[in-house]
């Protein structure tokens, strides 16, 4: 365990993205995932710094949208370090967003930037039922028949060359990544916070015979929040 004194020291702890889906969430010491439908309230500066400095290792990020609407996502939004990174490696462009969503129903900031369309990942009945706002431009993937096949939209993301994933959550996603075998990372602020109850989307019982070991990467504790990472 080690006290983090400077945000800007976590960037050397998370620099070393994995190859496959990288999972960033924030529970209370309770265990709420969220607090009257949102992460925002448990968060604070440091871990809200984390999550921009997660995007910048990221080839997409990836969300539920349920969460998306939540929060009110827009496209990612990268520092002058950040940039100069990634043209280094190669990589010119911010990360773009990917929408889970059966419906297509996104948050109209996602199209605030003509330059970062959102990609929606969906599935076939939602696709041909064209509930898919034309006006918008965005890339959609489709990923199983009549609901999302999480594991083919991480395969899919993957063949088009955005290796690194960043999932943002929210828990209904995690679950099925995990029920998927999908996730290779998982980093988890916990919260100096009691939240009390607080249900957060439609969450099916897991599917897993066994519960699937991680290793713990590092323990880090800035202000009372605790910053851990598990690895696969």
Known sequence: MGAVADVAELVSF?????????????????????????????????????????????????????????????????????????????????PPVAVVSRTGDLPARLFSDPDQPPILLTCARAAARREIDPSHRLRVIVAGEISVDVAHAVGSLRAEGMHRILCEGGPTLLDELVDADAVAEVCVTLAPKLAGSQPVGHRAPSRLPVPHTMRLAHTLVHDDYVFLRYCR
């Open 14 to 94: 998370y620099a070393d993205a994995p190859d496959g889906v990288r999972v960033n969430m924030i529970f209370s010491a309770d265990g709420a995932a969220a607090f009257g439908g949102r992460a925002g309230p448990l968060s604070c500066p440091a871990d809200q710094e984390l999550l921009r400095i997660l995007r910048g290792f990221a080839d997409v990020v990836v969300v539920g949208a349920g969460t998306a609407r939540a929060e009110n996502y827009g496209p990612v939004r990268l520092t002058d370090a950040q940039r100069a990174r990634r043209n280094d490696e190669g990589r010119t462009a911010p």
